[in-house]
Every structure is written in C-alpha cells, then in structure tokens.
C-alpha cells in the first residue's frame, strides 16, 4: 500500500538489527485517517469472504482492527493480556511468547464475543515471529469458528511470523511488507527484488 510505505518512510525508525518504530502514526500516536484508509483497503481484499467478526490483541492492534470493522460494518473484539494463567470458565485462552520481551503471556477471550457462526478476519499491526496471531488461531478453534484470513499492517518478512502461516495455508495479507533493514534504512519487498 502506497501510502503506508510512504509514511514508513517518512516517519518510520529503524531501531538496531530487526525494529522498526512507528510511534509517530500507530504505535502510541495513530493516525485516524491513515487507519480508515487501511480499513478499506483490508476490506478490499477480503471483501468476498462473508467476514462477520474482526479479531485482534490489545493495544496496537486496536486501532487498525477498528477502522477495519468500520469498513465491514461488524464488530471488533480485541484478546486482552494478562501475565498469569488464571483460567475461566468463560473465556478462551492461549499462551503467547513474545521473543523480543522473552515472557508469556496469556491471551483471552469471553465466550460471549465469539461462536462456531463467526467467520473471521484477524488484524494485527506486525507480523514478527507470528506468536500473537498463532494465539489467535488457537482460540478460534477452540471457539469452533471459522478463519477467513489475517490481514496486518506491516510484515517483517525476515523473521519467520509469515512462514509460519502460509505453511498452515492461511490466507495473509500485509499492507507493508519488510524485507531488510539496511543502514538503517527500510528495504520493502517490491525494491529487493
Ligand atoms: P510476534 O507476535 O509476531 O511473535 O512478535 P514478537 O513476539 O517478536 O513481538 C512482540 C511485540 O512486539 C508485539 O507487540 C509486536 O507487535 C511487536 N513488534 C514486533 N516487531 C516489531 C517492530 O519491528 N516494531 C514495533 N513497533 N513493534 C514490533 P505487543 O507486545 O503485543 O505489544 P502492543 O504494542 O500490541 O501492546
Ligand atoms: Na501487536
Ligand atoms: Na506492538
């Protein structure tokens, strides 16, 4: 997406070997109207796939997941995190570790907010190692529901997040897709090839 590589460039920061920082339009400040424009093109790509529910994690996958609810016309249900493993009756739950924080951490979901009629659509803001969504999946199958595709804003394509879901045959879509770092600047995938 034109537009969000643009602003990548523009106002992204490459932090050591393999983080890129993007406080500036999603990570801490966000930009509505490049959200809105992200939604629509996430529903232009998964228009056809009868999507009834948005899932995402808490907190930067929010803003995105949100504006791409708004496109669909459904709602958005965002996992939240929690350091102990208290399991309940009325939640899904599953483990996620984080490889830059090297902790687990458990995310959950009410019962109420998803059931085997829901198609899915998970949005998230990176795709790294593939430990959030991966979490994800695990509790739509445990909801029973259906998972129509993952959608995420920026993907790192060196790091092993996006093997791991085209070896599940997933259908993954991403707005930026990273595939250096290279004296601090951002390689996409369309320059390195
Ligand atoms: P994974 O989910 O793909 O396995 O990612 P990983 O464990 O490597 O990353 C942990 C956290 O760091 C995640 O956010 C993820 O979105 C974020 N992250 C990964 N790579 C980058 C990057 O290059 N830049 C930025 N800005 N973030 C990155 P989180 O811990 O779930 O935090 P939150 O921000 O959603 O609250
Ligand atoms: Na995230
Ligand atoms: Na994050």
Do not use: W
């Not at 803001?125 to 593939?130: P, R, T, V």
């Not at 996006?162 to 996409?188: K, M, P």
């Amino acid at each position: 997406m034109q537009l969000l590589e643009e602003r990548i460039k523009k106002d992204g920061q490459v932090l050591g070997e393999d983080v890129l920082k993007v406080d500036n339009f999603l990570n801490h400040q966000v930009d509505p109207d490049l959200m809105a424009a992200m939604g629509e093109e996430f529903y232009r790509l998964f228009k056809d796939a009868h999507i009834t529910k948005i899932l995402t994690v808490e907190s930067s996958g929010i803003a995105p997941a949100v504006l791409t609810g708004l496109a669909f016309h459904v709602p958005v249900v965002f996992a939240r995190k929690h350091k102990s493993l208290t399991l309940q009756d009325n939640m899904y739950s599953a483990t996620v570790y984080s490889y830059t924080k090297k902790v687990n951490n458990h995310i959950s979901i009410s019962k109420k907010f998803i059931d085997e009629n829901d198609r899915v659509l998970v949005i998230d803001d990176f795709l790294a190692n593939g430990q959030a969504v991966e979490g994800l999946l695990e509790i739509i199958e445990q909801a029973n529901a259906q998972l129509e595709g993952v959608g995420i804003v920026i993907e790192k394509t060196f790091q092993k997040g996006r093997e791991l879901l085209d070896a599940r045959g997933i259908h993954v879509e991403s707005l930026a897709r990273i595939a250096a770092f290279e004296n601090g600047e951002v390689v996409f995938v369309e320059d390195h090839q």
